[in-house]
Structure formats: structure tokens, C-alpha cells
């Protein structure tokens, strides 16, 4: 009885540790989802829509606030390559001014009018509707590759989306700090990323430690503790392991024998 009473110390550390390490890593896990990437972004192949219908009451001096956006945008096949430059050839036909007209139409459509009508979508945190857009937005990188003449509308494209989703990420991460646990989100901060867009988050080392271990990267965290850490912090921390078995032994002892006594 003795022993068991002198290991309280001991019993008290313990649980306050474990129940901070339970605390965190419930915190990480809880904001866990299943991991399925869904199919990327497509427009609706079938139509019979020609750019032409949303050219209603246009000529070269109102197009681009007469310009029907919305209705090519519901059913203009602009996420075929090979569609969306037939548009922008007929548009430049029509009206031959690449840079004042042609230019800033498709821009505008597929950037600042996208946005503002699939503002509700970006209003709340849907990650399968963030990394399908963002799977159609690379697409814009092959787009300038293929399309010389066209790559500084496609990069501007994508630009203004990057940061729309950027800014809107990092409301989603100030509304909701569980989300910087999730799989989807670091999966969307990670296509970012190669996109040179980052977002800042900070996580302090017990976040970072619990977050490893929700993930299985067990063996990580081992190499980082080994290699930045010096051999006197090695030493205490195997003294340390020592300690703790004997006394989680001899606790255990104690409490057989309590119980021996007891019947």
C-alpha cells in the first residue's frame, strides 16, 4: 500500500499527460474525412449552345456589359480546349480588337463572372467542389502551352482564381482552426502550393506531434526527435523510459498485492 501511495506523483503526471495527448490527437482525428478525390470538372458536352446566342443585342461598343456571361456559362462548353478557342476565334472574328474585346470578354466569363455566380459555392467549405475546380483550373497551364497568343488570358484565368480560393481558404481556416487537420484541406493548400499560392499554417510542436501520429508517421517523428536532439536530452529521456517502466511495474505490483491481501 505503501509503494502505491508513494507513486501517486507519478499516477497524477501520467494522466495529465496522456489526457493532453488524447486531447490533441481527438482534436486532428475528429477533423479527419474520408480521403476520395472526386471527378474533375466538366461542362455539359451535349449542348447545342453556340456563343452567338449570348451575343443578344451586342455590338462592339456595349459586348462587354451586354455580353450574356451567365447564360455561357451555364451552357457553353468552355472546358474543352479545343471549344474554347473556336469561341474566342469567332469572338476576335466578329469583332477584331484581341485586346480591348476579346481579351477582357473571356476574362471576365471565366473569372470575375464565375466567381461572382458560383459565389455560393465558395461561401462554404465544400473541398470536393475546391479541388474540382482546382483540377480545371490546371488545365489552364496547358491551355497557354498550346495557345501562345492566349497565354497571358489563360494565366490571368487562373491567377484570379488562385487567389479567390486562397483568400476564401483562409476564411474557411479562421471560421473553423479543426480544418487544418483535415486530409482535403491539406490537400487543396498543397495544389495551391504548387501553384505558388501558400497559405500559412501554424501549428505549434504538440499540434505537429499529434497530427504525425493521426497520420502513421510514426518513424518520422522518431527521426526528427534523433536528429535535433543532443545527447544529454537522449540520456534523460532514457532514463526517463527506465523510470517510467519501473514505476508503471511497481504500481502494478502494488495493486496485485493490494488485492491478494484483500481476499
Not at 459565389?119 to 496547358?142: S, T, V
Not at 526517463?240 to 502494488?254: A, C, E, H, K
Amino acid at each position: 500500500m505503501k509503494k502505491l501511495i508513494s507513486n501517486k506523483p507519478f499516477i497524477i503526471l501520467l494522466a495529465v499527460f496522456i489526457s493532453t495527448v488524447f486531447y490533441f490527437v481527438y482534436e486532428a482525428s475528429e477533423a479527419y474525412e474520408q480521403y476520395d478525390i472526386p471527378f474533375a470538372f466538366e461542362c455539359n458536352k451535349t449542348t447545342d449552345f453556340s456563343i452567338y446566342d449570348a451575343l443578344e443585342g451586342c455590338d462592339s461598343n456595349n459586348i462587354l456589359s451586354n455580353f450574356d456571361y451567365q447564360l455561357y456559362l451555364e451552357k457553353g462548353n468552355y472546358c474543352d480546349f479545343n471549344s474554347l478557342e473556336n469561341d474566342i476565334t469567332i469572338i476576335d472574328s466578329i469583332y477584331n480588337d484581341f485586346y480591348n474585346i476579346t481579351l477582357p470578354l473571356f476574362y471576365a466569363a471565366l473569372s470575375d463572372s464565375m466567381i461572382k455566380i458560383e459565389q455560393a459555392d465558395l461561401g462554404n467549405y465544400n473541398p470536393d467542389y475546391l479541388i474540382n475546380k482546382l483540377g480545371w483550373l490546371e488545365r489552364f497551364n496547358y491551355y497557354a502551352e498550346c495557345s501562345p497568343r492566349n497565354n497571358y488570358l489563360y494565366g490571368g484565368i487562373e491567377e484570379r482564381w488562385m487567389q479567390s480560393i486562397l483568400d476564401e481558404l483562409d476564411t474557411y481556416l479562421n471560421n473553423n482552426k479543426k480544418l487544418k487537420y483535415a486530409s482535403k484541406f491539406k490537400t487543396i493548400v498543397s495544389i495551391c502550393k504548387l501553384h505558388g499560392k501558400i497559405l500559412p499554417i501554424k501549428l505549434n510542436s504538440l499540434e505537429k506531434t499529434s497530427d504525425y501520429l493521426v497520420e502513421g508517421r510514426y518513424t518520422y517523428i522518431w527521426k526528427r526527435f534523433w536528429e535535433n536532439t543532443g545527447i544529454i536530452i537522449k540520456i534523460i529521456l532514457l532514463f526517463g523510459i527506465l523510470f517510467t517502466l519501473y514505476s508503471v511495474q511497481n504500481t502494478i505490483y502494488s495493486l496485485i498485492k493490494k488485492n491478494r491481501n484483500e481476499k
